[in-house]
């Protein structure tokens, strides 16, 4: 069994997020904690520790949509399977997320050669499928390897990459894919991008159409995926189970691929 690693560290001072959004860590090693810890006990100096160590901590101030992380459904919108039930549903937070999703055999389709700010369409999705010879099956965890992954944490980062149309999305959704991802920062094409195609339409359907696509059938989504070069189109399985967080549109997860599972 091998296990290929599809997260991202999660580390402040690299180009991974909008600036008003980046992650900040702030490290305390062994030296910086030792009057913090020997006050837990009456009596003990910081000579008592052994080699006057403390513990190492860190203090995070994040979004549960920093790292590598899955969308629940209600970061999509607050209703869901419009398509599947009459009105909908409430959308799914993250812990309500089935967990049977969140292990299944992946599939990964190559769009590295799309340009950046592209759409990709259903019909890009069905060719990449008879490419690699393969047909969907309900529940597989379907990943996209954009140009995005090779730029994680440089300056071109979030306007990097392809992204999924709303018809490509429901196409995979309508197959039974209920998890999704990509190595980009968003599922969407990079927001850069959008938006001069907005300025020319102004129409607001163009703007997180592949999100939206919740709307009509529930699912799920990880975002700045790692290493999706190193696997083959099949013959894996992926685990990305969320951190379990009350009510919350998404959980970090270390979301790995494993081979001969």
Same mark, same amino acid.
């Given at each position: 069994?091998?296990?290929?690693?599809?997260?991202?560290?999660?580390?402040?001072?690299?180009?991974? /997020?909008?600036?008003?959004?980046?992650?900040?860590?702030? #490290?305390?090693?062994?030296?910086?904690?030792?009057?913090?810890?020997?006050?837990?006990? !009456?009596?003990?100096?910081?000579? /008592?520790? !052994?080699?006057? /160590?403390?513990?190492?901590?860190?203090?995070?101030?994040?979004?549960?949509?920093?790292?590598?992380?899955?969308?629940?459904?209600?970061?999509?919108?607050?209703?869901?399977?419009?398509?599947?039930?009459?009105?909908?549903?409430?959308? &799914?937070?993250?812990?309500?997320? !089935?967990?049977?999703?969140?292990?299944?055999?992946?599939?990964?389709?190559?769009?590295?050669?799309?340009?950046?700010?592209?759409?990709?369409?259903?019909?890009?999705?069905?060719?990449?499928?008879?490419?690699?010879?393969?047909?969907?099956?309900?529940?597989?965890?379907?990943?996209?390897?954009?140009?995005?992954?090779?730029? #994680?944490?440089? !300056?071109?980062? &979030?306007?990097?990459?392809?992204?999924?149309?709303?018809?490509?999305?429901?196409?995979?959704?309508?197959?039974?894919?209920?998890?999704?991802?990509?190595?980009?920062?968003?599922?969407?094409?990079?927001?850069?991008?959008?938006?001069?195609?907005?300025?020319?339409?102004?129409?607001?359907?163009?703007?997180?159409?592949?999100?939206?696509?919740?709307?009509?059938?529930? #699912?799920?989504?990880?975002?700045?995926?790692?290493?999706?070069?190193?696997?083959?189109?099949?013959?894996?399985?992926?685990?990305?189970?969320? #951190?379990?967080?009350?009510?919350?549109?998404?959980?970090?997860?270390?979301?790995?691929?494993?081979?001969?599972?």
């Amino acid at each position: 069994m091998k296990i290929i690693d599809l997260s991202v560290a999660l580390e402040s001072g690299i180009h991974s /997020d909008p600036p008003m959004m980046e992650p900040a860590i702030t #490290y305390f090693n062994h030296t910086d904690t030792r009057t913090q810890m020997a006050g837990f006990f !009456p009596g003990m100096t910081e000579s /008592d520790l !052994p080699d006057g /160590d403390g513990w190492a901590v860190e203090m995070l101030q994040i979004s549960s949509h920093n790292g590598t992380h899955l969308d629940a459904p209600y970061h999509h919108h607050s209703r869901m399977d419009r398509a599947l039930v009459e009105g909908g549903r409430p959308a &799914l937070t993250i812990d309500e997320v !089935p967990l049977d999703w969140c292990f299944q055999p992946g599939v990964k389709l190559d769009f590295r050669a799309f340009p950046d700010g592209y759409l990709v369409t259903a019909a890009d999705v069905q060719t990449e499928l008879a490419r690699i010879g393969h047909s969907l099956s309900p529940l597989e965890i379907v990943v996209i390897n954009t140009a995005a992954g090779a730029a #994680y944490g440089t !300056p071109p980062y &979030l306007d990097t990459g392809c992204g999924m149309s709303r018809e490509a999305t429901m196409f995979l959704l309508e197959q039974g894919v209920r998890v999704t991802g990509t190595d980009a920062w968003s599922w969407d094409a990079p927001f850069s991008h959008t938006a001069r195609r907005y300025a020319q339409s102004h129409d607001a359907s163009i703007i997180w159409e592949g999100h939206r696509a919740s709307m009509d059938i529930g #699912y799920c989504h990880m975002e700045k995926l790692a290493n999706l070069d190193q696997l083959p189109p099949t013959g894996f399985r992926i685990s990305c189970f969320p #951190y379990k967080i009350k009510r919350a549109s998404a959980g970090f997860v270390r979301a790995v691929a494993i081979m001969g599972a």
